[in-house]
């Protein structure tokens, strides 16, 4: 099945506009999700709409409500809700240039692939990602879509670009307040290039394909093997817990770190002397 387009439309730098089209770049399928069951009958669970007192309501008499405070809404009906959404436009205007490393990746949602509309658009696409890509510089604009308007970066994406859909400035937390409470103490330098030298041993370029996510590995297994043996019975299989390495608690930091290092030393190998 093809991917469908999550936006079309074109993108504008000052005069030039670049018809283009917009995928996701993840994949909501690979999660496991669950379904409540009622076990008696094996049916599907459905929710009732109902108020404390009163009991199940119609739906037509629900209307949204935004809590100012406790137990106190202000009411809003669809219509004026439908009267303040921004409306979509087919027109990502390029407002600003930043350094990439400027925007912090607490402010980075979910990103998608930006492809050219047409062979058509594809000079101009091009000369947009080499620019960006020479600059070393990052696209901000506005992205009106599905009645609500996303603060979006754009950048290089080997022949395509990849866009970003950003968190805004009220949706993040300062993180500072976290750490208040985190001493100022400096690490004794011993420790400091022992840490180092381990991050160096560990040290590779990233493939996200050496990772997977062991519980839904894990998950997928049983729920294949539950299908198989249609039982309505749980399954249940221990899990064996990984052993410490000497079988107590690491109490010493400086041990632990020159042990650790001592475990990821490179295997030597011995060359052959060639013989005369």
């Not at 387009?5 to 730098?13: E, P």
């Not at 459905?46 to 809404?73: L, M, W």
């Not at 607490?106 to 990103?111: I, N």
């Not at 300062?174 to 690490?187: T, V």
Request: proline share 4%; net charge neutral.
């Amino acid at each position: 099945m093809a991917a469908r387009a999550y936006w079309q439309g074109q993108i504008r730098l000052a005069l030039v506009s670049i018809p283009v089209e917009i995928y996701s770049a993840t994949k909501s399928g690979a999660r496991i999700s669950f379904n409540q069951i009622h076990e008696p009958s094996g049916k599907r669970i459905s929710y009732e709409k109902v108020v404390p007192g009163i009991g199940p309501v119609d739906r037509d008499e629900i209307i949204k409500g935004y809590e100012v405070s406790k137990g106190n809404y202000v009411l809003l009906d669809d219509e004026e809700i439908e009267a303040v959404k921004i409306e979509s436009k087919r027109t990502l205007e390029l407002v600003q240039f930043v350094d990439a490393c400027e925007i912090d990746p607490l402010y980075f949602e979910k990103p998608y692939y930006v492809v050219p509309n047409d062979e058509l658009a594809e000079e101009a696409f091009i000369v947009l990602r080499e620019a960006l890509r020479k600059s070393k510089k990052v696209a901000l604009g506005q992205l009106s879509v599905r009645g609500s308007e996303k603060l979006v970066a754009i950048k290089p994406c080997g022949k395509g670009l990849l866009l970003e859909t950003l968190r805004y400035a009220n949706e993040v937390r300062q993180g500072q307040s976290f750490f208040d409470d985190i001493g100022d103490a400096k690490p004794k330098k011993e420790l400091l290039d022992l840490a180092n030298t381990l991050i160096e041993q560990k040290s590779a370029p990233f493939d996200a394909g050496e990772f997977e996510d062991h519980y839904v590995e894990a998950l997928r297994k049983l729920i294949d093997k539950k299908a198989k043996s249609k039982s309505k019975k749980a399954i249940i299989e221990d899990v064996d817990e990984p052993e410490a390495a000497d079988g107590s608690n690491v109490i010493d930091l400086m041990a632990a770190l020159k042990k650790s290092v001592g475990k990821e030393q490179p295997k030597k190998t011995t060359r052959r002397k060639k013989s005369a």
